[in-house]
């Protein structure tokens, strides 16, 4: 019987794993907005893993800064400062620059202490620490973390998978940081096209636009006025 239970309970869970990693899958897919991306991310992980304490660093490559768009503490979610990993590198730095998972049982015992480079970004640190990378092809994302406060909370196959979590979530920040991109390029496009079609009506000049064979393709309101068509007719 007490077997029984056992591996009832290893299905149960691994049937709530595999529900997580579907529905990650299906935000990957289908949600652009970076907000709710993270937050949809988070609440999966909570589900399926003992987390505590949670964030995602985004990396700048270019500058060295990571930005910290979602941090979870027991309930809060506080604001971490942006840092720059090449002067300062705390846990995540050293997870993007090993570009491979750190777990550390008890950042209390003296050997963490001593040998990992910790920032402590709130008051009391958690005890135990998993800091997986984010890897898109060779471009580095970041950093997706979890933190419990009872040291040795995490066993090898939460470890694997979170590691799976952060291939999704990796994909997942990427699409939404080029949608996040394309959307800004737009918006630029629009307002750079008012501007030149403000100038274009409102200028006390007559202008004309044509093909190469002389062909009007559009004049302004102006042009119109001084040859007695209609621009329609033009």
Not at 14 to 22: C, G, S, V
Not at 64 to 88: F, K, M, S, V, W
């Amino acid at each position: 019987a007490i077997e029984n239970a056992r591996l009832f309970e290893e299905v149960r869970l691994r049937a709530e794993e595999m529900t997580a990693l579907f529905d990650i899958g299906v935000t990957v897919t289908s949600g652009l907005d970076m907000e709710q991306v993270l937050r949809t991310l988070l609440e999966k992980c909570r589900q399926v893993l003992p987390v505590e304490g949670f964030y995602i660093a985004i990396l700048d490559p270019d500058t060295g800064l990571i930005h910290h768009p979602l941090a979870y503490d027991r309930g809060e979610y506080p604001q971490i400062p942006t840092r720059n990993i090449r002067q300062n590198p705390g846990l995540s730095g050293q997870v993007i620059n090993d570009r491979h998972t750190l777990y550390i049982p008890d950042i209390a015992s003296l050997d963490a202490s001593t040998t990992v480079p910790i920032t402590r970004t709130s008051g009391e640190p958690p005890r135990a620490y998993v800091g997986v990378p984010m890897i898109v092809g060779d471009r580095m994302m970041g950093v997706i973390s979890m933190q419990s406060y009872q040291p040795n909370a995490y066993n090898p196959g939460q470890i694997r998978l979170l590691e799976t979590i952060a291939t999704q979530a990796a994909v997942a920040i990427e699409n939404s940081r080029l949608y996040a991109k394309a959307q800004q390029e737009i918006r630029q496009r629009e307002k750079a096209e008012h501007r030149y079609r403000a100038l274009f009506e409102q200028s006390h000049d007559a202008v004309y636009i044509h093909d190469f064979q002389g062909k009007h393709l559009e004049v302004n309101q102006r042009a119109a006025d001084m040859l007695g068509y209609t621009r329609a007719e033009l």
